[in-house]
């Protein structure tokens, strides 16, 4: 069996895989957007410089700067006097500038021979690049500054990174989620796979050790039961009423003892089914009869259809039997037994109205020596669920409609 961090380690490594992976995206997401950002920086640097040479000092025409940012893919191209007013614009608009959308102090610098390109505001979550050229006349002062602003040609190389970073990160998450979902799968794989192997190694050593106890008791059982059974028949009269209570009181414990060592050689050993056609329901109406000789207080209702099946006909009586019996030890009054043929499978439900399973038993019902009842043993659903099993079936409890206990019995349908 893999144990857990075995089992764990190749999701360990797909976790440390993702992690790298994640990383390397921040990373190269960065780098592309700083060399992005250096392109663009680059471009509206070459679109002012030429355009500070063609312009020169004088105050440009509204449709020469309407072709340089229709030309270049600029959102705006305006000019500043030294007051910061415009003085040209490529909208058409003049007079004081928007301080939220002009840098002061880059105009300052710009008016002291200082270009400069930084992303200046923001529309949305895009930052917008802005570059301020100095506009020179002959003697080489600075008598205005153009300013230019980046377009949507420049966000939207911007915005597709975003959106690439965005869904890089969606992806990872989707594989972390895939990943932690089979991490859930395996972990809760490994608990059944351990728990069936412990159940497996219990049942296998109490079976040792319940084919150890019937052999050991078996024969001396049936020593004393033959020495009681020929001091009954030596003493005969002579015996008072008081004497041969005594005796069958003493065979009645032995031959509880035998059944005792019966069901624990059936829970040890796997005898051989005789399989054969049969009715499920006719098997229910024989384990009713049974019982009706033995506990008359329990009346069984019967609602059955034909439920055919291949199985042992006195194996499945037993278990049918034991059930009912169950029922009638645990103070019931009535039990219903019902049924249905499904195209694959058969159907049977017991159901009675005594006082129910305890919560805390229901748990461990069917494991060995697991009883509510005084003076149970424990072992009757144990070996019901076993013969069950054998035939290819499933024995459960189930919620009933009263306060009583329901068990269900699902079988394979007989072919043809």
Do not use: K
């Amino acid at each position: 069996m893999v144990s857990g961090p075995r089992a764990l380690a190749p999701l360990a490594a797909g976790f440390l895989g993702l992690a790298g992976a994640l990383g390397a995206t921040l990373f190269l997401h960065r780098a592309a957007a700083a060399a992005l950002d250096r392109v663009q920086e680059e471009r509206l640097r070459g679109a002012g410089e030429t355009a500070a040479r063609l312009l020169g000092a004088g105050s440009p025409a509204q449709a020469a700067l309407h072709d340089l940012m229709s030309a270049n893919g600029l959102e705006g191209a305006y000019v500043l006097s030294p007051s910061l007013a415009v003085v040209a614009d490529a909208a058409g608009a003049t007079g004081p500038v928007d301080l939220l959308r002009v840098d002061a102090a880059r105009a300052r610098r710009a008016f002291a021979g200082e270009r400069s390109i930084a992303f200046g505001y923001s529309v949305g979550d895009v930052p917008v690049a802005t570059g301020y050229f100095p506009l020179r006349d002959r003697d080489g002062a600075a008598r205005a500054v153009l300013v230019l602003e980046g377009g949507a040609s420049f966000a939207a190389a911007r915005i597709g990174l975003r959106r690439a970073l965005l869904a890089a990160e969606g992806l990872s998450g989707l594989v972390a989620l895939v990943l932690a979902g089979a991490a859930l799968g395996w972990s809760r794989a490994e608990a059944r796979q351990r728990q069936s192997g412990e159940q497996a190694a219990r049942g296998e050593a109490l079976s040792r050790m319940s084919a150890m106890v019937a052999h050991e008791i078996r024969n001396p059982l049936g020593a004393i039961g033959g020495a009681v059974e020929l001091v009954g028949a030596r003493a005969g009269p002579a015996l008072s009423p008081r004497d041969r209570e005594a005796l069958a009181d003493v065979l009645g414990e032995v031959e509880r003892l035998r059944h005792l060592t019966e069901d624990l050689l059936d829970l040890s050993r796997e005898p051989a089914l005789d399989l054969a056609r049969t009715d499920l329901a006719e098997i229910a109406a024989a384990a009713a009869r049974a019982l009706g000789a033995s506990h008359p207080g329990l009346s069984v209702r019967l609602e059955l259809p034909p439920l055919p099946v291949t199985a042992d006909r006195r194996r499945l009586t037993q278990v049918l039997l034991n059930l009912l019996l169950n029922a009638a030890q645990a103070g019931a009054r009535t039990a219903a037994v019902t049924g249905e043929a499904l195209p694959r499978e058969v159907r049977l439900r017991i159901e009675d109205d005594g006082p129910g399973v305890p919560p805390a038993l229901r748990p461990r019902l069917f494991l060995p020596f697991a009883t509510a009842r005084q003076g149970g043993t424990g072992l009757g659903l144990a070996i019901c669920r076993r013969l069950v099993e054998r035939h290819g079936g499933t024995l459960r409890l189930v919620g009933g409609a009263g306060p009583g206990a329901a068990f269900e019995v699902r079988l394979p349908a007989a072919r043809g």
